[in-house]
């Protein structure tokens, strides 16, 4: 079982992975392991990834199946009934399917869950029945087959482990708090980090859901919606491009505004949707890092003159007004989209509708060519009050 400082170490050192330009590629597809074994098992094929940098799946004979993340979790997969192979590593988790009573933190994972019908493998939730954004889960909640085990910081180990969890899906939040993971392994708890909001790619971000079709059985599924959203994308980025600026922000509770690294996904789906994000080379790439905190003062300077602004409501719940929103920071007024009644504001629901993405760009592009705000569906006008 790893320490504390342990599990800090196998973060970063997983870190170091993120952030890259190719789609992930199975080690075992790389090495020709067509007519080779491992652990007993025969390899068959590696799975298609187009976007995803980050997880890898393996498939070998009698439906085993290997999945791989960057920071170098691996997961065995056992198909019901069959005999665990022999002469696994110790760090390999093994799962049996139905893979059942999963306690689920990483918030995004459950829009996967409910587009694969597999809503019901959840039955511990890192989120309060009101924090749910999702249908289903809100309605598992209220019916009692999905219970609040704690945030990522503070689980219910006594809950947890009465239900006999077989698996805790964390998001990057949990890398604060590696204690979390040190005390679930030792109550025989196997952790997974999901990375899917690392992705550069929006559509890696999408990809994600063929991890989890992959877990659940559920591959063709996965599959399925993967590309429905992809068809989409494919839709939106024919259109022609506007090459207007916007820029995508949130104000903290201590004043600092907290915009997007330059290679996220988020400014990804902008230039997808046909403008341009307002920050062009903003932080590292390198970097694991999403967000970036940065001074009013810099902020002003810097976007000021951006066609668009739009406002990420999913952290701090968002404001409803242009009123509300120069509240937060009377030098907004200034801004040449505040001034032509071009600010926005995202839904408070956008980050957990992981499975929208697709949408979600087609509402970027219906707000820089003046589309119908009446089809919007993460997407909303600041209004002016009186």
Known sequence: MRSAKEVCCFILAGLLWLGGCAAASSDLAKEGFSDKDRWGLIYEDSMEIRYAQNFTVDHFKGGYTLLTEKDGTEIMVVPENGKIPEGLEDDVTVLQRPIENIYLVASAVMDMFDALGEVDAVTLSGQKEENWYIGSAKEAMTKGAMRYAGKYNQPDYELIVSQDCSLAIENMMISHSPEVIEMLEDFGIPVMIEYSSYEAHPLGRVEWIKFFGALLGKEEEAEKEFDRQMALMDEISSNERTDKTVAFFYITSN????????????????????????????????????????????????????????????????????EELIEKCPLLADFKAVKEGNAWCTTNDMYQQSMSIGYLIKDIHNMLTGGSEDEMEFLFRLRQEG
Do not use: C, H, W
């Not at 046909?274 to 967000?291: H, N, Q, V």
């Open 255 to 322: 004043g600092m505004v907290q915009v997007r690294q330059s290679s996220d996904y988020v400014p990804e789906m902008i230039r997808l949707a046909g403008g341009r994000y307002i920050f062009e080379s903003l932080g590292d790439p390198k970097s694991a890092r999403s967000t970036l905190n940065m001074q009013m003062e810099e902020f002003y300077n810097s976007a000021k003159d951006a066609d668009f602004i739009i406002y990420n409501s999913s952290i701090d719940k968002g404001v409803a007004s242009v």
